[in-house]
Structures are given as C-alpha cells and as structure tokens.
Nanobody, 125 residues
Framework: QVQLVESGGGSVQAGGSLRLSCVAS????????MGWFRQAPGKEREGVAS???????TYTDSLKGRFTISKDNAKNTLYLQMDSLKPEDSAMYYC???????????????????WGQGTQVTVSS
C-alpha cells in the first residue's frame, strides 16, 4: 500500500522560508516520478515541481528560482525548499507519486496516481 506523508508546513512571514518533506512507503520510491502540488481555498490544485527517477527537475514557470525540489532515495523522502515566500504561496501542499519513472514536461495532477494528505502553508504579509 502506497503511503505519502507530508510534514514541514506552518506559518511564516513574507520573505521567509520553509522546507516541506514527504516520506514515502509501499513502493519503489527511487523508481518513480514525484511531484509537489498546492491548492488554495477556492482554487484548483496546481503543479509546483516534479523530479524524475534520474533527478531531472521541472518547475512551474512562476515558481522557478524560489522553490527547489529534491529527494533522498536512501530515506525515501521528497523535499520542497521554499524561499522568499509570498502571501500568495499560502495553500495546502501535497506530495504525489506517479507510476512512471519519467516525468511529463508539465506538472499535471492527472499524471499522478498516489497522493498524500497535505500540509498547510500560511504566509502572512
């Protein structure tokens, strides 16, 4: 049974940083495309970043330069480093895993089969 458990969310002031973690179990973590998504109240879930089996990363254009996705295969853990946070970054952040080892060019919810429960990020001005 695939399980994804996010942590690291919280409340920060604008300009601050947070690092989210996602611990995976129940499948071969190192062989899968992994992604981060976020969803603000009243909005659709949107892709943030993805990382392939080989470590190739993809970012939503608007977030490039502030967010960094990485993974530690030995720990079955996915990370999202978020810097220079803005109030508009406030959302529930989700970790997701795909059955494929490669990642598609765009970070799309439909390409991921397994989802965590999310961790809340709130950025105040």
């Amino acid at each position: 049974q695939v399980q994804l458990v996010e942590s690291g969310g919280g409340s920060v002031q604008a300009g601050g940083s947070l690092r989210l973690s996602c611990v995976a179990s129940g499948y071969t973590f190192s062989s899968s495309c992994m992604g981060w998504f976020r969803q603000a109240p009243g909005k659709e879930r949107e892709g943030v970043a993805s990382i392939s089996r080989s470590g190739i990363t993809t970012y939503t254009d608007s977030l490039k330069g502030r967010f960094t996705i990485s993974k530690d295969n030995a720990k079955n853990t996915l990370y999202l480093q978020m810097d220079s946070l803005k109030p508009e970054d406030s959302a529930m952040y989700y970790c997701a895993a795909a059955s494929a080892s490669f990642c598609f060019p765009d970070v799309r919810t439909r390409d991921y089969q397994y989802w965590g429960q999310g961790t809340q990020v709130t950025v105040s001005s």
